[in-house]
């Protein structure tokens, strides 16, 4: 379900034509960022064993199947950093609804459309900025 319909038309309109998201929305995106920082944190303790060191022991492990492992381990630390990247932008998403600043573009400050904080409820800037 789209976030969309969460607006508040109802809420005034500053002077600078902002249209602020209403709680009920915010609320739902808070939400939605909690459930996927909680998720990658599992993901990142279940695949903890596939970024240990390799043992590189020639008398039960062939070259090939030592540099295969070598490679996997290399995988798996590139997507945990991925993991702690996407784990920054949703921890500072969390603290922009804390100060009360979510929903704004961090580049030019003017309102990040519902339908891109549907898509990605961590988006610091709006589709114009993160082109």
Same mark, same amino acid.
């Given at each position: 379900?789209?976030?969309? #319909?969460?607006?508040?038309?109802?809420?005034?309109?500053?002077?600078?034509?902002?249209?602020?998201?209403?709680?009920?929305?915010?609320?739902?995106?808070?939400?939605?960022? &909690? &459930?996927?920082?909680?998720? @990658?944190?599992?993901?990142? &303790?279940?695949?903890?064993?596939?970024?240990?060191?390799?043992?590189?022991?020639?008398?039960?492990?062939?070259?090939?199947?030592?540099?295969?492992?070598?490679?996997?381990? %290399?995988?798996?630390? %590139?997507?945990?950093?991925?993991?702690?990247?996407?784990?920054?932008?949703?921890?500072?998403? @969390?603290?922009?609804?804390?100060?009360?600043?979510?929903?704004?573009?961090?580049?030019?400050?003017?309102?990040? %459309?519902?339908?891109?904080?549907?898509?990605?409820?961590?988006?610091?800037?709006?589709?114009?900025? %993160? #082109?």
């Amino acid at each position: 379900m789209g976030l969309t #319909k969460a607006l508040d038309p109802t809420r005034s309109v500053a002077p600078n034509r902002r249209m602020s998201l209403s709680d009920e929305a915010i609320e739902i995106y808070r939400a939605a960022l &909690v &459930v996927e920082r909680d998720a @990658l944190v599992r993901s990142s &303790v279940a695949t903890a064993g596939s970024r240990a060191p390799v043992t590189l022991d020639q008398q039960s492990v062939g070259r090939l199947s030592r540099m295969d492992a070598i490679q996997v381990q %290399a995988m798996a630390h %590139a997507e945990e950093e991925r993991r702690r990247a996407r784990l920054r932008a949703i921890d500072a998403a @969390l603290a922009r609804i804390g100060a009360e600043e979510y929903g704004y573009c961090l580049a030019c400050g003017v309102d990040i %459309a519902p339908r891109r904080l549907d898509v990605d409820p961590a988006a610091p800037r709006c589709f114009d900025c %993160a #082109k």
